[in-house]
T-cell receptor, first 113, second 110 residues
């Protein structure tokens, strides 16, 4: 998917354990985003980054943290996973403007049991 | 409240037939509207992006229309193919954030 790789693609974890999802891009785009997608809901923004070490919260950021130490990598961490965080997580990137040239990754399916 | 609503929720059509998906929004101010196609197990892929001044935009067999006055958009798929089976998502932005619809699930059967 246009230079975006998400890992892992699937993960099952237990309640209370920490989980880190990785988004890697080879496009050298400035903006990176984490979304979650759940049945009955549109994609919802968790966090986004507008540069190395520059991040901001989205509409559903509680229980999630992010880090971006390099342009190409954006990490999403669930400090203590809960069943409500079972979801499909998508990373997206955009080049020079937050709302143009948006490209999504293939997603990570996370199940918290 | 800014919202994007899509209809129908799901649709089944025969291969070769046409179909139209609807998107109504209350987002204001309006910056642009996008249609995405999302195949099962994949991320959304952009089909079209429409600004305020654009009424119609085509991408192959996909044609999107926009009526900014009534805040409605439609996605028309012509001569459907089995590969059109997917979820179609309408997204509107006010220039500050995206507002996502919940999608229309289209199934094309032989």
């Amino acid at each position: 998917d246009a230079g975006i790789t998400q890992s892992p693609r699937h993960k099952v974890t237990e309640t209370g354990t920490p989980v880190t999802l990785r988004c890697h891009q080879t496009e050298n785009h400035r903006y990176m985003y984490w979304y979650r997608q759940d049945p009955g809901h549109g994609l919802r923004l968790i966090h986004y980054s507008y540069g190395v070490k520059d991040t901001d919260k989205g509409e559903v950021s509680d229980g999630y943290s992010v880090s971006r130490s390099k342009t190409e990598d954006f990490l999403l961490t669930l400090e203590s996973a809960t069943s409500s965080q079972t979801s499909v997580y998508f990373c997206a990137i955009s080049e020079s403007n937050r709302f143009y040239g948006y490209t999504f990754g293939s997603g990570t399916r996370l199940t918290v049991v | 409240k800014n919202q994007v609503e899509q209809s129908p929720q799901s649709l089944i059509i025969l291969e070769g037939k046409n179909c139209t998906l609807q998107c109504n929004y209350t987002v204001s101010p309006f910056s642009n509207l996008r249609w995405y196609k999302q195949d099962t197990g994949r991320g959304p892929v952009s089909l079209t992006i429409m600004t305020f001044s654009e009424n119609t935009k085509s991408n192959g067999r996909y044609t999107a229309t926009l009526d900014a006055d009534t805040k409605q958009s439609s996605l028309h798929i012509t001569a459907s193919q089995l590969s059109d089976s997917a979820s179609y998502i309408c997204v509107v932005t006010d220039g500050n954030q995206f507002y996502f619809g919940t999608g229309t699930s289209l199934t094309v059967i032989p």
